[in-house]
């Protein structure tokens, strides 16, 4: 069964930067969507960056300059580098997959078929 574990949550100052990985284990499919999403507490999840098996990605508007995400498909890891983190940008971030879709036909966050148990990060102002 496909697996996601995230890592390189924590706490930073306002301008810091972290870099998120998402290690990926499981069935290896030729067509797929990974992201990267973020939730607060009481609030809705949200995307924030994706890159799907024809190396497209997209980004949030209010990350996007900011964090740049990628994926070494040879070692299955999702990297999710975060620059110039500001507060609003601290939540759970989670990683997932989408299986059999692209950029070009994902819909909604629900045809993420796959998620990490999600990691933390604190931005201090």
């Known amino acids: 069964e496909d697996q996601l574990v995230e890592t390189g949550g924590g706490s930073v100052q306002a301008g810091g930067s972290l870099r998120l990985s998402c290690s990926v284990s499981?069935?290896?499919?030729?067509?797929?969507?990974m992201g990267w999403f973020r939730q607060v507490a009481g609030k809705k999840r949200e995307g924030v960056a994706y890159?799907?098996?024809?190396?497209?990605?997209a980004y949030e508007a209010s990350v996007k300059g900011r964090f740049t995400i990628s994926l070494d498909n040879t070692n299955k890891i999702l990297t999710l580098q975060m620059d110039s983190l500001k507060p609003e940008d601290t939540a759970m971030y989670y990683c997932a997959a989408a299986s059999f879709l692209t950029l070009a036909t994902i819909r909604y966050d629900a045809d993420f078929n796959y998620w990490g148990q999600g990691t933390q990060v604190t931005v201090s102002s």
């Open positions: 499981g069935v290896t499919v030729k067509t797929y969507c």
């Open positions: 890159v799907d098996s024809s190396g497209k990605t």
